[in-house]
């Protein structure tokens, strides 16, 4: 199956609106799609807890390089047909009922492809996959869990990058590198019982026939509506990290997916060598220390 780039958000508690939509397919062609939706949470705390929260901060709950539902056609909404994630008070249309026999999907239940460590190196080899600047061949869905702790507002932006890499000849080489993607303020710091979010995307290896000559060739992406042509940008926008992507060889792969909420500081330029290829003016974003909450999720995986 052949697909554009694709990273999805969801978040695991109240149903709520997000930046670019919700539950619905984001209909425009652009390097990445993101999706965003709260689901009720099985396990809520009181209104004011008797016990102390943990220190203010990002938690990494779960990681995993997970099989594709590709090439299933989705869900009518436009969405993958997993992650599908149950609601025990309004069933999920996406995936309303389980077992047999059938009851709703209940809350705190989730449908999600399997975990491996060793992976196909021609199925993921994007050199030699089907893949190209039209479509996207993926292998297998990229998936980050964490848990917002972070009590931090909207002026806030949540963003993520994620990287896959490979020593080769004794130096490391990229094979995904998805540049700073930065989605907006960040809906979920100040959510009570805490958000637990999950990121994800389909996702190959390596360069591609016919991409650009590096950096930022193929799964090292391009910035994508940066600079930005507001402050704040409005848009969805990715900053990317000049890196060169080349393609895998057998053997062990690591990700490393870090998500931040920072506040971004937003600098005017006003000529038109800055700002290319945007018009001016342009800004171009930098992120303050001050505040700033991170977490580090890495793995690995074996291509053979």
Same mark, same amino acid.
């Given at each position: 199956m052949t697909k554009s780039r694709l990273f999805q958000v969801f978040a695991l508690?109240?149903?709520?609106?997000?930046?670019?939509?919700?539950?619905?397919?984001?209909?425009?062609?652009?390097?990445?799609?993101?999706?965003?939706?709260?689901?009720?949470?099985?396990?809520?705390?009181?209104?004011?807890p008797l016990n102390p929260s943990p220190t203010a901060?990002?938690?990494?709950?779960?990681?995993?390089?997970?099989?594709?539902?590709y090439p299933l056609a989705p869900n009518s909404d436009g969405t993958d047909l997993w992650p599908c994630f149950g609601n025990s008070s309004t069933a999920?249309?996406?995936?309303?009922?389980?077992?047999?026999?059938?009851?709703?999907?209940?809350?705190?239940?989730?449908?999600?492809?399997?975990?491996?460590?060793?992976?196909?190196?021609?199925?993921?080899?994007? %050199?030699?996959? @089907? *893949?190209? /600047? !039209?479509?996207?061949?993926?292998?297998?869905? =990229?998936? $980050?869990?964490?848990? %917002?702790?972070? @009590? *931090?507002? /909207? !002026?806030?932006?949540?963003?993520?990058?994620? =990287?896959? $890499?490979?020593?080769?000849?004794?130096?490391?080489?990229?094979?995904?590198?998805?540049?700073?993607?930065?989605?907006?303020?960040?809906?979920?710091?100040t959510l009570s019982p805490p958000a637990d979010v999950i990121i994800y995307g389909d996702q190959n290896l390596g360069d591609w026939p016919g991409a650009t000559v590096g950096p930022n060739?193929?799964?090292?992406?391009?910035?994508?509506?940066?600079?930005?042509?507001a402050d704040p940008a409005g848009v969805l926008f990715i900053i990317e990290a000049k890196k060169t992507c080349v393609a895998p060889l057998p053997g062990l792969v690591t990700f490393t997916a870090t998500t931040t909420v920072a506040t971004p500081i937003y600098t005017k330029h006003t000529t038109a060598?800055?700002?290319?290829?945007?018009?001016?003016?342009?800004?171009?974003?930098?992120?303050?220390?001050v505040g700033k909450k991170s977490v580090m999720q890495k793995w690995n995986i074996w291509l053979q």
């Open positions: 508690m109240v149903m709520v609106a997000f930046f670019v939509c919700g539950q619905q397919a984001l209909a425009q062609d652009v390097p990445h799609h993101f999706r965003v939706q709260l689901m009720p949470r099985v396990n809520s705390d009181s209104p004011v901060n990002l938690y990494g709950v779960e990681q995993a390089f997970t099989a594709t539902p999920n249309p996406d995936c309303p009922t389980i077992g047999n026999p059938s009851v709703t999907f209940p809350t705190g239940g989730v449908a999600l492809g399997a975990p491996q460590y060793v992976w196909s190196l021609a199925n993921c080899n994007a %050199d030699t996959n @089907g *893949t190209s /600047n !039209t479509s996207y061949v993926s292998c297998g869905q =990229t998936e $980050t869990w964490y848990e %917002d702790d972070s @009590g *931090t507002g /909207n !002026t806030f932006d949540l963003t993520y990058s994620i =990287t896959a $890499t490979q020593i080769q000849s004794g130096s490391m080489k990229y094979l995904v590198d998805s540049g700073t993607v930065d989605f907006g303020p960040n809906p979920y710091g060739n193929a799964n090292c992406t391009a910035d994508f509506n940066y600079p930005t042509a060598s800055t700002c290319a290829p945007a018009a001016a003016p342009c800004y171009t974003v930098t992120y303050s220390a």
